[in-house]
């Protein structure tokens, strides 16, 4: 893992609001994958400016001596790990400057560890972005303009994301799996994982701390997020791993959060959330089913 550290340069209120594109577990290689909806929001994410986070799977990496093979799970214009990895090289150029971390997925790891072949970390040298393996401990600084070239650090955002690692099928299991993040960093505002192709929120928790100031107990609220997929389980025609292991079907898609400082009274206020952190909704445009 790595320790990470970004700066949000912002020049007023109404425009301090970072918007998140947290990206993972794109599979191709898979002829499931729907790459439309993968497009649209790679899109998304440059039209917005976006920061983006990208938390591995990016390649199925399963040729015909993985014990996961499956002839039916095969798209044979990215029947290699080559060619999976040159692909998505060209599709996420468009967002090139953008992405501040690329993690490591369970399919990428195994292939490196299988084939002493190292894709991920390719990828992320030739994009300029950080390589932090599995997991990464991001700091943003929200930093506000001041005129003369000068800024004030405001808030730092302090996220956990990892790729996750569990095959639980029951929510209750992958509920406590996320929270778990917190017992390796207890401190974070965010933690993010992705893996079990779940989109969407995991209910908080409250992280209580004594201000050394006041000597007063404090809070703040802790926000859990899975981060999605782009694969299709229940289609017509020849089935997949989704359908054959019975799994339920989820949606698809990738996490869109925006996050805006908050403005808090250290003295006064008990609950002290710096920051404002809210998922997009998919009204923006129509969604697909797993």
């Known amino acids: 893992m790595k320790v990470l550290r970004f700066d949000y340069d912002y ?39 976006c920061m983006v986070l990208l938390g591995g799977d990016y390649g ?16 044979w214009d990215y029947s290699t790990p080559d060619k999976q990895y040159r692909k998505v090289m060209e599709d996420l150029e468009p967002l090139k400057g953008k992405i501040k971390v690329m993690l490591d997925g369970n399919h990428d790891y195994a292939f490196w560890k299988r ?6 970390n390719w990828m992320a040298t030739d994009l300029n972005v950080p390589y932090p393996g599995i997991s990464a401990y991001i700091m943003i600084r929200f930093r506000r303009k001041t005129g003369a070239s000068k ?10 994301t ?11 299991y992958k509920v406590k799996v996320i929270h778990d993040l ?11 994982s992705g893996h079990v192709h779940r989109l969407g929120s995991v209910f908080p928790t409250n992280h209580l701390y004594v201000d050394e100031r006041t000597l007063s107990i404090r809070e703040h609220t802790q926000q859990y997020y899975y981060t999605g997929s782009f694969i299709k389980g229940y289609e017509e025609g020849v089935g997949n791993y989704v359908e054959s292991r019975a799994y339920p079907p989820t949606q698809l ?3 869109i959060l925006e996050v805006k400082p ?9 609950t002290i959330n710096l920051f404002d952190i809210r998922q997009i909704p998919e009204g923006w445009m129509n969604g697909s089913r797993s």
């Open 182 to 192: 917190k017992n390796i960093f207890s401190d974070c505002h965010l933690y993010l």
């Open 60 to 75: 199925e990496c399963i040729n015909s001596k993985d014990v996961r093979h499956d002839p039916n799970a095969v798209d």
């Open 162 to 172: 990892h790729h996750g690692w569990t095959n639980a099928r029951t929510d209750g």
């Open 151 to 160: 800024t004030v650090e405001s808030h730092i955002l302090r996220i956990f």
């Open 262 to 270: 908050n403005r808090v009274d250290g003295k006064k206020d008990k």
């Open 253 to 255: 898609g990738s996490l």
């Open 115 to 120: 084939h002493n072949h190292n894709y991920v």
């Open 11 to 49: 020049e007023s209120r109404e425009d301090a609001t970072l918007r998140l594109l947290c990206m993972s577990d794109f599979h191709r290689g898979n002829p499931w994958m729907d790459e439309n909806l993968f497009y649209k929001y790679r899109d998304w994410g440059v039209e917005n400016d």
